[in-house]
């Protein structure tokens, strides 16, 4: 892919390919709302894992090939394809269509890196990372089948090991005896689009929020607490949109696109730190149809978990995401962690409604003290560009 000047422009075929992905935040969310218990949250985190990883593999792939042309474009519906697939087997993918899962899960991990090793024979170096890459994928992918084949918590364990296999091959390089290690100086990347493709993903799970409340809402019927619920839903993904895109996104785009090595913060700031924020939403959008659906509900501690953790996984994430792009965890980020976690104790005598209510009121401090300290820097810049230059004679 050629390197504008300008940047590197997302394509309608990339935003094409994610509304699978849309459908695959809806499953996750709805396995979730189904199976509300510590298995059937392990059991997403898994299968989040998984969906994240194909992702996010997809968007550093258009950011090295050209989706404009015919062959990258073929791969990209290809991939969509096999991704439609994956995401209607989650609901079952832990009883009868485990197989079916990993076998499209394996073939979009291991189809795409064979694809870069056949295309970048005039790119020894790249080409070279990707072996490494398809080293990795191959290793996963029969773990990753081995437990679609097996039974019960060996499909757990097996897919599990499968896992720390995709999430380690970044962090070390993708090293393979007799192939080496990549640095990430050289993964040559357009960091620009890679954090619009990131942001672009966080706007598919909140829009998947907005879809499980406005649905959740419109299929019941009104009372004044269903209402409330409503509008604390509303207000909450608000909060969460406001946290990221309100000087974080646009900030986290132009130290990624100016950075000397963006292959380092590609694989920190974007492929890992951004996933707890994913997460984040998806339990949150649980939280707010269990809260719509009951709001005067007794809250047990299932509950409880869903309406204080999604804030809590959200705020984690942007914690780190914000760490990693400055080297500084920000204090508001841990002080509401903190303020999360001490109203536990609420959910075991309040409805779910004030509970949510109270976690959304500490999200948007947290989102009030982000616009609080914008102004503040912009009106500091301003003055800075508002002094008058110093004359030679002075």
């Known amino acids: 892919r050629e390197r504008a000047e300008g940047g590197q422009r997302v394509t309608f075929i990339e935003l094409f390919f994610d509304l699978v992905y849309v459908f695959a935040v809806t499953q996750l969310s709805h396995l979730l709302l189904g199976h509300l218990n510590a298995l059937g949250a392990v059991q997403t985190l898994l299968l989040l894992l998984a969906v994240w990883r194909a992702w996010i593999d997809m968007a550093w792939i258009t950011n090295w090939f050209d989706p404009d042309k015919s062959g990258v474009r073929l791969l990209l519906i290809g ?26 899960y394996v073939a979009m991990q291991v189809g795409k890196p064979t694809f870069a090793v056949a295309a970048l024979k005039s790119n020894p170096q790249l080409r070279r990372n990707f072996q490494r890459i398809l080293a990795w994928s191959v290793v996963a992918g029969l773990l990753w089948l081995a437990g679609g084949a097996a039974q019960g918590t060996a499909r757990e364990a097996l897919w599990l090991a499968a896992v720390l296999v995709d999430y380690a091959a970044p962090a070390s390089g993708f090293f393979t005896p007799g192939l080496g290690r990549s640095r990430t100086m050289d993964w040559t990347i357009a960091g620009a689009h890679l954090a619009e493709r990131c942001q672009q993903f966080l706007i598919i799970a909140l829009g998947e929020s907005v879809l499980v409340t406005g649905a959740t809402f419109g299929d ?11 509008v604390v839903a509303f207000v909450g993904t608000v909060a969460l949109w406001w946290i990221y895109f309100y000087r974080s996104a646009q900030g986290g785009r132009d130290v990624i696109a100016s950075a000397a090595d963006p292959g380092r913060l590609g694989r920190s700031a974007y492929t890992y730190f951004h996933l707890p924020m994913v997460a984040g939403i998806i339990v949150t959008a649980v939280a707010d149809e269990l809260i719509i659906a009951r709001p005067d509900a007794h809250s047990d501690p299932a509950t409880t978990a869903v309406v204080l953790g999604g804030g809590a996984l959200f705020l984690a994430g ?50 009030c003290w982000d616009t609080r300290i914008g102004l503040t820097a912009t009106r500091q810049e301003h003055d800075r560009e508002s002094e008058p230059v110093p004359s030679a004679a002075q």
Not at 220 to 230: G, K, Q, Y
Not at 354 to 361: N, V
Request: aromatic share 8%; hydrophobic share 70%; glycine share 6%.
């Open 79 to 104: 991939v969509m394809l096999v991704s439609l697939i994956m995401s209607a087997t989650l609901p079952e993918a832990f009883t009868s269509r485990g197989m079916a899962f990993a076998g499209a």
């Open 220 to 230: 019941l019927s009104w009372s004044a607490l269903r209402v409330a619920a409503f």
């Open 318 to 367: 942007h914690a780190l995401f914000k760490w990693a792009l400055s080297g500084r965890l920000y204090a508001s980020r841990l002080v509401a962690i903190v303020a999360l976690g001490a109203l536990a104790p609420v959910g075991m005598v309040a409805s779910p409604l004030p509970l949510a209510a109270a976690a959304t009121l500490v999200l948007v401090m947290v989102a």
